[in-house]
């Protein structure tokens, strides 16, 4: 599995927020609303991002989310309830075997209720499951009860919630390129749904419950990735235009640069550590976004690498500080590799082995040698 921002997320997640004069502002509809940027984790707009909601049909995407921790890639469909589902299907029969991705890629796509009870079968206390899953990638003010959302009232989410599931079906090799897919196939049916225009659009998932439309969306370009969400909107039409205002909002205001680790280098020490001496090489593993007004002056943006420690086998560490101008924004902590540069031979080992085996016997019979003798000055008293 792709963990891509994990890499990138860990630098300006650290940074200090730089002054930003929007250029423009934005008004949505909806009852909630968040933008976010993904390589920075910096909520550039919210309205409401933390208020609970009926989650919807939302409580779908996050069963296809739970789903991919399972490694089976079959699944048996039973309904012994009888469930009758708000959006079906009508091809999945008792004791008939589906794919798992084939169900996926129907909830993802079609928004499929039977299909989404379906993945729960694919795991013992799927729910449960779910909820844990939830609670990993951040999503803590969520709670599911069922993998479909029944009607029951109890499905919530939050604006801010949702885009942390965005986040991590971008980041799962199967359900990312799903996100953006328009058409799909189930047996002999094929299914459509339709997305919003936008330039760079790279993922999309709607959903309805009794409080309105809730509508979550990733674009990209240049590097810049924004992922917005609006629940409670009155329509489809309302959700998708405070989607398009909230994108343009973004990209008219924030733009990302990109410093690679090549740039940034690499930092060798050597150190002695006892009998050893080592290198200690301090890199990045992957290179830098970071996420700037649009008006800044990119060549501004300068790193150093700083060493902490240096003279401290134990403790040495090295990051690398972002500055912008004289102020410095941000820093990020560097790998280490240790290299020992002359390391014993195996019979230098064996030596060192065979010395310290000579020492502990002679040890033990200074111990056995003392005992007995001190054990015999000892006398019984009459």
């Known amino acids: ?64 989310v739970t789903a991919m921790d399972n490694s ?31 169900l996926v890629r129907a909830v993802m796509v079609g928004g499929y209720d039977d299909c ?7 795991q013992d206390d799927f729910v449960s499951k779910m909820n844990a899953k939830a609670s990993s990638i951040g999503m803590t003010a969520s709670h599911f009860t069922d993998s479909y959302d029944a009607g029951n009232g109890e499905c919530v989410t939050t604006a801010h ?35 919003v225009s936008y330039e760079g659009l790279n993922g999309q998932y709607d959903a309805t419950s009794s409080e309105g439309v809730i509508s979550l969306v990733s674009a990209e370009r240049s590097n810049t990735r924004f992922i917005a969400c609006v629940m409670g909107a009155a329509d489809a039409d309302a959700a998708h235009n405070d989607i398009v205002k909230l994108l343009d909002y973004g990209y008219a205001n924030y733009k990302s640069v990109t410093m690679t680790k090549d740039s940034v280098g690499t930092k060798e020490v050597e150190l002695q550590d006892g009998e050893e001496s080592k290198q200690f090489t301090f890199y990045l593993a992957s290179d830098l976004f970071a996420l700037m007004p649009s008006s800044a002056d990119e060549s501004l943006l300068k790193t150093e690498v700083v060493l902490v420690d240096e003279n401290d086998p134990d403790r040495i560490q090295a990051y690398v500080a972002i500055h912008m101008g004289e102020e410095e924004i941000g820093r990020i902590t560097m790998q280490k590799k240790v290299t ?43």
């Not at 989404?116 to 694919?122: G, K």
């Open 1 to 64: 599995m792709r963990r891509w921002l994990c890499v990138i997320c860990t630098v300006l997640c650290l940074f200090k927020p730089m002054d930003v004069k929007a250029e423009e502002t934005v008004e949505v509809s909806a009852v909630s609303a968040i933008l976010i940027d993904t390589n920075s984790g910096r909520v550039l707009y919210e309205k409401g991002s933390q208020d609970a909601h009926l989650c919807g049909g939302m409580a779908r995407l996050m069963a296809a």
């Open 72 to 102: 089976d890639i079959e699944v048996q469909f039973s309904n012994p309830d009888g469930r009758t589902f708000t959006t079906s299907t009508g091809l999945l029969t008792d004791g008939t075997t589906y794919s798992r991705n084939d």
């Open 116 to 122: 989404a009870y379906a993945l729960s079968l694919t």
């Open 161 to 195: 919630d949702l885009a942390q599931l965005a986040v991590e079906v971008l980041d799962e090799d199967v359900l990312s390129p799903l996100f953006k897919e328009a058409i799909g196939q189930l047996g002999d049916m094929t299914y459509t749904r339709t997305l």
């Open 340 to 382: 020992v540069l002359n390391p014993k031979t195996p019979m230098e080992m064996l030596y060192t082995y065979f010395s310290y085996g000579c020492m502990a016997v002679a040890a033990l019979g200074i111990l056995l040698f003392v005992f007995k003798h001190a054990s015999r000055a000892v006398k019984p008293s009459e």
